[in-house]
């Protein structure tokens, strides 16, 4: 009769266990909030460039992310490239602040920004590589701010 007690008791602990286990294994509440560096890298979050000057700077430090895009965007109408450069412009005359909110906002609504709906990569070559966006703004600062010569790649 104790035997069957202890077992009965060693089975429960370990139920109780594979219980308390699978539930900390679980995963909690969904959430997302933007980071310094996601969805757009705090560099360019910072910056003082244009994105004119950033662009210029990708074209010479990073040609093939330049091209990828640039290709993109010449095959887009012209109505989006122009909806494309007053975006990305008014992304760019924002201060810190309103950037990082930006940031949040497309973080945490995916219909918050309805250029990604015309163009899902509309500023790929300005926000998802933190790599690209390191080597840009460590140099454009050295590009011309209003050079709109880097929008027309042929």
């Known amino acids: 009769m104790r035997t069957r007690r202890v077992s009965n008791l060693i089975r429960a602990g370990v139920a109780a266990c594979a219980v308390a286990g699978s539930l900390a294994a679980a995963p ?3 959430s997302a909030d933007a980071t ?3 969805p757009i890298p705090n560099r360019i979050l910072r910056t003082t460039c244009t994105a004119e000057q950033i662009m210029a700077a990708a074209r010479d430090v990073e040609p093939v992310y330049y091209e990828r ?4 965007y010449n095959n887009k109408s012209p109505e989006l490239q122009q909806e494309t450069q007053d975006r990305i412009h008014w992304f760019f005359s924002l201060d810190y602040a309103a950037r990082r909110q930006y940031s949040e906002d497309t973080a ?6 309805n250029m990604a709906w015309k163009w899902p990569n509309w500023a790929k070559l300005f926000f998802n590589n933190k ?6 703004t460590d140099v454009c600062a050295n590009y011309p701010a209003g050079d709109m010569s880097v929008w027309n790649w042929q």
């Open 28 to 30: 909690g509440p969904a």
């Open 36 to 38: 310094d560096d996601y």
């Open 69 to 72: 895009y640039m290709i993109d």
């Open 108 to 113: 945490t609504n995916a219909f918050y920004e």
């Open 131 to 136: 790599g690209v966006a390191a080597r840009t």
